[in-house]
């Protein structure tokens, strides 16, 4: 008997507690339909960032991230060419081994790779979970990052074309100036009066 009316009293509380939550908004979101924003520095699929003019790859082939990584998740194959600069031949990613600790980013200095809020991206074939240089590129299209590199990369450029301009320009502008002051009486007396 005294076991019944415990029960009962429990059920009791647990209808109370039900009724106290009945007006109240739904804790959980409605997932696919709704979806939680997740925070700027969330670890989600790792992607390879473009720049932001032109959409070409900011990733120079340095290897550094590869040799950061480590669970041997990327794979990349950049030799150096004739000029000696490294050429991006491949860029793979293997999220079955990633296990999102963001050392790759890190190690990057040409902001070319960076972790994101994006996480949809579960599927049954493992195969689906290597992607290419093209794939990393394309989901990370419409990340937004602050583009460290672009400061460095402007300041190298300016100075030749600059120059190279200038010599050709200043020389037939000096000449065409000179020729209307020459009439020599009228310099010689201001400039010996100025003094
Ligand atoms: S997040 Fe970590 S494990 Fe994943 S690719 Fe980058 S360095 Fe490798
Ligand atoms: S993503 Fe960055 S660190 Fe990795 S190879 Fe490209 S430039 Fe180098």
Redesign the pocket.
């Known amino acids: 008997m005294l076991d019944y009316i415990k029960g009962f009293i429990e059920l009791i509380k647990g209808l109370g507690i039900t009724g106290k939550h009945l007006g109240m908004h739904a804790v959980t979101l409605q997932y696919p339909e709704e979806k939680d924003v997740m925070p700027e520095r969330s670890r989600g699929v790792v992607v390879?960032l473009s720049d932001k003019e032109d959409g070409s790859l900011?990733?120079?082939?340095?290897?550094?991230?590869?040799k950061a990584c480590p669970t041997a998740a990327i794979i990349?194959d950049a030799p150096r060419g004739e000029d000696k600069k490294r050429v991006l031949k491949k860029f793979e990613l293997d999220f079955t081994l990633c296990c999102y600790c963001g050392l790759?980013e890190e190690?990057?200095?040409?902001s070319?790779?960076k972790l994101t809020g994006k996480y949809e991206y579960s599927t049954g074939d493992k195969d689906d979970l290597l992607w290419d240089v093209n794939k990393l590129q394309d989901v990370g299209r419409d990340v937004d990052y602050e583009d460290k590199r672009r400061k460095k990369v402007a300041k190298k450029p300016a100075k030749p074309v600059v120059d190279a301009n200038a010599k050709v320009e200043d020389k037939p502008a000096k000449a065409v100036e000179i020729k209307p002051t020459e009439s020599a009486d009228d310099t010689k007396p201001k400039t010996e009066g100025e003094a």
């Open positions: 390879l900011n990733c120079t082939g340095c290897l550094l991230c590869m990349i790759c190690a990057c200095n040409f070319a790779l």
